[in-house]
C-alpha cells in the first residue's frame, strides 16, 4: 500500500474507531489473544491467533523472530493506527520458553505489589511492552502461576473497593488443564494472594481418557443423547471422594470407571462423564480439606474460566457445602486493564 | 515331517525330558507365557509370546482363530509329546474379549473355592483348557481381578500349611500396570479372599510421563548415570503422601514435579524418580489408611512382580512403618500347580 493510501486509511479508522486505551496481550502456552482497549477498559477488538509459546511458527535462526511475526500479526496494524497505546503482556510470554523471561513474585505478595512488578521489553519495531510477572510460593512443593494472577486482579476488581468486605477472605477458582485456587485475604487497606494450590486435573482427565484402559471403555456406544443420563453419571462420580471407598484416593477409585463399564453401570459416555465428576470431586474434598485444616474458610468462591467447566465445577461445590459461588466473566482483560492502572501505563480513566 | 521321521523325534524327547504334568498357561492382556511342569510342579520349560488376549495375531473370519493359533504355537508340540496332559490357564483369556468369557467369583471368597470353580472349553483338537475364574468385589465401587488370584493363590503355598499362623493376616501386594491389594484372611480351618483395592499406579505413571506436560521436563538433560541422586529423588517423592502438603492428593502434588524442575531441584532423570516415588507414595499411605480404618495390620507384607518394582514397593511400605515383607518368586505357576492341584487334574503330586 502507497504511503499517501495508508494514510488516507487511518484517517478514516481514526474518525470511525473509539481511541485505543491501550492493547492487552495474553499470551499463553497454546494461543494468543489481543484486546484492543477503549476508554474505560471496555473491548474494542479481540483477536485470537494460535499462536501460543508453544506453538510459534517455526523460524529460521533467532528463536525471538516467531514472538516479533506473531506480535505483528496481533496488533501490528493497531500500532499503527494509534503509535502511543501502551502494550502490556501476560501468561507464558514471560516464562523462560518466552520472548523474555521475567522472574516470579512471592506469595504471600499485597496485589497492588503485581502491578508495580511488571517487566519491558522492546520489540524490534522499538515498541515497549511490559511483561506481567508470575507468582511462585516456594515451599516443599513449589507452586508457580503465570497469567493466572491476572485474572485474579480482574476478578478481585468485580468486587469494587477494598474497603467493602473488610476481613472476608475470597478464594478464586480457574478450573482447567492445571487449575489454580487462589486465596486471598481480605484487609481494610488490601488485598493479598496469600495462598494458592494447583491441580491437574483438566490435563490428568485427557492423559486418562486418552491414554489408559479407562478411555477403551468410554469409546462403547452409549446412548449420548441422554443427558439426564449423562448428569447422573457426573453425580455419581463427584459423590466418590467424600465416601469412605473415597479413601483410597484417585489412582485407586478411578479403576471404577471402568468397571461400573464392566459391570453395565455406566454406558460409554457414562464412564466419560462419571470419570470427569470423581476428578473434580477429589479435588473440591481435598481443596476442602486443606481449608479446614488451615482454620480457614471462603466467605466466597469466585470462578473464572469457560463456562460449562465452570458450572461443572460450580455444581461440585455445591455437593460439597461451598456457599456463595460465582463465575466471573472478562477476568482476563479486566485484569491487564488493572494492572496497567496500577503501573501507571494509562493516563487518565 | 514324515510321520515316521515325527514319531522317532517324539521317541527321542520322551526318552530324553522329563515327564509333563501339568501345561500351565499364564495369558494376560499383553503376553501369554506356557509353563511346561513336571511331576512336583517344577518349571521344565517357559515359552514367552507376545499372543496377549488384545494383540493376537490377525485371522480371518471367526475371531477365536486367533486363541486356536496361539494355542498351537505355545504347546501343541507339548502336547502332542505327551497328548494325556492337563491344560490350566488364568488371566484375561477367560474375560469377554477372551477366548471364552467365565463369570467372576465374588468377595469374599475360600481359596479352596476358586480351585472348585474352574471352567472348560474344548479347543478344535479337542484338547480340554480348564481357565481359572477371576475374582468381584461387588460394592459401591466394584473391583475385579483376572490372574492375580491364581499369584495370591500361589503366594499362600509358600507359607505352608493354613494351621501354620492361624488368626494372623497376610496382605499380598501385586505391584504392577494396576497394582493389587489383597488382604488375606487366615483360620485354622482355610484362607479367605477377604477384600482387595487396585491402583492404577503404573498405568497412571506411564500416562503422565508420556502425554502431560510432566515428562516434557523430564526430557532434559540430567545426570543419569547418578543413582544416589536418583535415590534421593525417589525418596523425596515417597515422603509427600505423609506430609501435610500431601494431603491434597495426588492430582495437586504431582505437579511439584514440575516446579521442583523449574527451580533447579531436580534434573530430567531426577523427576521420574521423584514422580515415581510420590505416586507410590500414596499409594502405600492410602492403602495405610484404609487398613486402619478397617481395623485391621497386616502381620506380613508379600509382593509379587518384577524384582526392581518390588523392591521399589518394599522401600516405600517400610518408610511407612510395614514391618515384615517378602519378595515371593514364581508365584504364577506355583498358583496355576495349587489350583490345578484343588481341582483334581493332577493324578499324584
Redesign the interface.
Given at each position: 500500500m502507497p504511503p499517501a493510501q495508508h494514510q488516507t486509511q487511518l484517517m478514516s479508522q481514526l474518525t470511525t474507531q473509539p481511541k485505543t486505551q491501550l492493547i492487552a496481550l495474553d499470551w499463553g502456552t497454546s494461543s494468543l489473544r489481543a484486546y484492543r482497549l477503549g476508554a474505560h477498559g471496555e473491548t474494542l477488538e479481540l483477536r485470537a491467533l494460535p499462536c501460543g509459546v508453544m506453538q510459534l511458527p517455526a523460524t529460521d535462526g533467532d528463536d525471538k523472530t516467531g514472538f516479533e511475526n506473531a506480535f505483528e500479526q496481533a496488533c501490528g496494524d493497531w500500532l499503527r493506527t494509534a503509535p502511543d497505546t501502551p502494550v502490556i503482556a501476560a501468561g507464558m510470554v514471560g516464562s523462560?520458553q518466552g520472548w523474555q523471561e521475567v522472574p516470579y513474585l512471592e506469595v504471600p505478595i499485597a496485589v497492588d505489589h503485581i502491578g508495580a512488578g511488571l517487566s519491558t521489553l522492546r520489540s524490534r519495531d522499538g515498541q515497549l511492552i511490559h511483561i506481567v510477572p508470575g507468582l511462585?510460593q516456594?515451599?516443599?512443593?513449589?507452586?508457580?502461576m503465570r497469567g493466572e494472577e491476572t485474572q485474579v486482579i480482574g476478578v478481585l476488581n468485580t468486587l469494587g473497593a477494598v474497603s467493602g468486605a473488610p476481613g472476608q477472605d475470597v478464594l478464586v477458582g480457574l478450573p482447567g488443564t492445571?487449575s489454580k485456587w487462589v486465596q486471598i485475604h481480605r484487609s481494610k487497606t488490601q488485598n493479598q494472594v496469600a495462598h494458592f494450590?494447583?491441580?491437574?486435573?483438566g490435563?490428568?482427565y485427557?492423559?486418562?481418557c486418552?491414554?489408559?484402559?479407562?478411555g477403551r471403555g468410554m469409546q462403547a456406544a452409549g446412548n449420548e443423547s441422554d443427558t439426564g443420563a449423562a448428569q447422573r453419571a457426573f453425580e455419581r462420580g463427584a459423590l466418590?471422594a467424600q465416601?469412605?471407598?473415597g479413601?483410597?484416593?484417585?489412582?485407586?477409585?478411578?479403576?471404577?470407571t471402568r468397571?461400573?463399564g464392566?459391570?453395565g453401570v455406566l454406558d460409554g459416555a457414562g464412564q466419560s462423564e462419571y470419570l470427569s465428576g470423581l476428578?473434580i470431586g477429589?479435588?473440591i474434598?481435598?481443596?476442602q480439606?486443606?481449608l479446614r485444616?488451615q482454620g480457614r474458610q471462603a466467605a466466597q468462591v469466585m470462578l473464572v474460566g469457560e463456562a460449562s467447566l465452570c458450572e461443572r465445577y460450580a455444581q461440585v461445590l455445591r455437593t460439597y457445602g461451598f456457599g456463595k459461588i460465582e463465575v466471573v466473566a472478562q477476568a482476563t482483560q479486566r485484569g491487564l486493564w488493572q494492572l496497567a492502572l496500577m503501573a501507571g501505563l494509562l493516563k487518565h480513566t
Open positions: 523462560r511462585i516456594n515451599s516443599m512443593l513449589p507452586n508457580v492445571h494450590d494447583t491441580f491437574m486435573t490435563e490428568v485427557a492423559a486418562l486418552g491414554h489408559t484402559i479407562l466418590v465416601t469412605a471407598a479413601q483410597a484416593g484417585v489412582l485407586s477409585t478411578i479403576f471404577s468397571t461400573l464392566l459391570t476428578l477429589h479435588e474434598a481435598a481443596l480439606t486443606m485444616d
